[in-house]
T-cell receptor, first 111, second 113 residues
């Protein structure tokens, strides 16, 4: 079982719609969860992180964490073509010094 | 501006040659990391360093070596022992605030001819 699993996509949504990206993780003791955006040929950039169960909002982005279900998601409201990228989910386990990354979900926002 | 500088951006290597990828940061971060990214496989950890003169192997350290002689610098050498070195290499650093946020450099793309 992989540490972090994501649907590779591609996920296509029309401009203005809500894009929903999902991630599950295997270690129940994981403590921090991160969403990174990566444009083709570029390095990952942090969108947001979440530690506690529930929702965390930042502009058009909302991260949702459910530790009981070992599930974290990212919602992008009012999706724009510039949101087209690969979204990486990353998890920090307790007593680990690094992040474990999923393989990413490729999102395409259609104008 | 604070950040992480990786060089070169593109590198071509003949089989059997060692190459060194540079990573320099001016963020005053203690921890530094090297990841490798292949298509469809996400980021995999090669080596990391929590402090100067100390480093640990990650999940795929075979065929790679690192050094951490200065806080700002964490170079990665891809040796001839690495069977499949063609990949996108990402250097990252993390501050000590407890937020565990990684900041990435722009990456180095290595192609073995």
């Amino acid at each position: 079982q992989k540490e972090v699993e994501q649907n590779s996509g591609p996920l296509s949504v029309p401009e203005g719609a809500i894009a929903s990206l999902n991630c599950t993780y295997s270690d129940r003791g994981s403590q921090s969860f991160f969403w990174y955006r990566q444009y083709s040929g570029k390095s990952p950039e942090l969108i947001m992180f979440i530690y506690s169960n529930g929702d965390k909002e930042d502009g058009r982005f909302t991260a949702q964490l459910n530790k009981a279900s070992q599930y974290v998601s990212l919602l992008i409201r009012d999706s724009q073509p510039s949101d087209s990228a690969t979204y990486l989910c990353a998890v920090k386990r307790v007593r680990a010094n690094n992040l474990f990354f999923g393989t990413g979900t490729r999102l395409t926002v259609i104008p | 501006d604070g950040g992480i500088t990786q060089s070169p951006k593109y590198l071509f290597r003949k089989e059997g040659q060692n190459v060194t990828l540079s990573c320099e940061q001016n963020l005053n971060h203690d921890a530094m990391y090297w990841y490798r990214q292949d298509p469809g496989q996400g980021l995999r950890l090669i080596y990391y360093s929590q402090i100067v003169n100390d480093f640990q192997k990650g999940d795929i350290a075979e065929g790679y070596s690192v050094s951490r002689e200065k806080k700002e610098s964490f170079p990665l050498t891809v040796t001839s022992a690495q069977k499949n070195p063609t990949a996108f290499y990402l250097c990252a650093s993390k501050d000590g605030s407890g937020a565990n946020v990684l900041t990435f450099g722009a990456g180095s793309r290595l192609t073995v001819l």
